[in-house]
């Protein structure tokens, strides 16, 4: 069964400084999907940023982007520039190629400081 | 810009009630899921509906839980005899071709 696995339960950067935030995961399938999901305060599950298994470029969002090594099964959220706006829970999720479920880490939870 | 749309936005019931969650996913979309978020924890998956028909199911999703599509728009779920433990926030998805999926904003569900 897949697992995804979010080690750093909270996470707190300044204002415009840079952070980046953990995810490995565990399948045995060699094409999926990975998202990366923000839940703000509203509880809302916002997408932020998706990175097919089989594009070895990593995706780029604006001031987000990713560092996905599929042999280490690591898939890490880069925030750039960081806003207060960005502060919220950081969601990891997996899918596989087939319009399957998503599984989803523990979150992490980003605090913004002025 | 085309979004999911859950009501109610919050709804409060007594232990053992039914309730029913309602949700209008993207029109063009052709799967459909509920997942759940107990207060604090993780998001999990309770069931994926396609083609009219259940795909998969959780082990949460037991027969205390039923989804439907009645009308070709909506996308229900129903929760019969409510317990204190189904508190938690529910939320609708819907995705297409692309696989990436769209939440709707969420009912808080409270079961006093």
């Known amino acids: 069964a897949q697992t995804v696995t979010q080690s750093q339960p909270e996470m707190s950067v300044q204002e415009a400084e840079t952070v980046t935030l953990s995810c490995t995961y565990d399948?045995?399938?060699?094409?999926?999907?990975l998202f990366w999901y923000k839940q703000p305060p509203s509880r809302q599950m916002i997408l932020v940023i998706r990175?097919?298994?089989?594009?070895?470029q990593n995706a780029t969002e604006n001031r987000f982007s990713v560092n996905f090594q599929k042999a280490a099964k690591s898939f890490s959220l880069k925030i750039s520039d960081s806003q207060l706006g960005d502060a919220a829970m950081y969601f990891c999720a997996y899918r596989n190629n087939q319009g399957g479920k998503l599984i989803f880490g523990q979150g992490t939870e980003l605090s913004v400081k002025p | 810009e085309p979004e999911v749309t859950q009501t109610p936005s919050h709804q409060v019931t007594q232990m053992g009630q039914e309730v029913i969650l309602r949700c209008v996913p993207i029109?063009?979309?052709?799967?459909f899921y509920w997942y759940r978020q107990i207060l604090g924890q993780k998001v999990e998956f309770l069931v994926s509906?396609?083609?009219?028909?259940?795909?998969?199911k959780s082990e949460i999703f037991d027969d205390q839980f039923s989804v439907e599509r009645p009308d070709g728009s909506n996308f229900t779920l129903k929760i019969r005899s409510t317990k204190l433990e189904d508190s938690a926030m529910y939320f609708c998805a819907s995705n297409g071709q692309l696989l990436e999926a769209f939440f709707g904003q969420g009912t808080r569900l409270t079961v006093v």
């Open positions: 399948t045995s399938e060699s094409d999926y999907y």
């Open positions: 029109s063009n979309h052709l799967y």
């Open positions: 509906f396609y083609n009219n028909e259940i795909s998969e």
């Open positions: 990175q097919e298994a089989y594009k070895q």
